[in-house]
Nanobody, 115 residues
Framework: QVQLVESGGGLVQPGGSLRLSCAAS??????LGWSRQAPGKPREIVSL???????TYANAVKGRFTISRDSAKNTIALQMNSLKPEDTAVYYC???????????WGQGTQVTVSS
């Protein structure tokens, strides 16, 4: 049974930092990453990291967010710096199962950037 367990998130002032973590279990995964969904907007990919550790970022977060992966522990983290109010959203961990290419989602964690 695939499980994605997220932690982190919360309320932070503009310019602040937060760190999200996700522990994946139940299968072998190729690409792991994060998506987010703000109220009234579609879900969007924030950052992905391949099984080889190669990261990609949405233009909106480049230079501010850093994704990392511990393949031995099947965990990923998203370090978010210089946060802006427009980063406010529910952040979802996502994982692609290597053998079937099925996408799995975590339960989501709220990130709110406000003064």
């Amino acid at each position: 049974q695939v499980q994605l367990v997220e932690s982190g998130g919360g309320l932070v002032q503009p310019g602040g930092s937060l760190r999200l973590s996700c522990a994946a279990s139940g299968s072998i995964f190729s690409t792991l990453g994060w998506s987010r969904q703000a109220p009234g907007k579609p879900r969007e990919i924030v950052s992905l990291i391949s099984s080889d550790g190669i990261p990609t970022y949405a233009n909106a977060v480049k230079g501010r967010f850093t994704i990392s992966r511990d393949s031995a522990k099947n965990t990923i983290a998203l370090q978010m710096n210089s946060l802006k109010p427009e980063d406010t959203a529910v952040y979802y961990c996502r994982a692609i199962r290597r053998d079937t290419a099925q996408i799995y989602w975590g339960q989501g964690t709220q990130v709110t950037v406000s003064s």
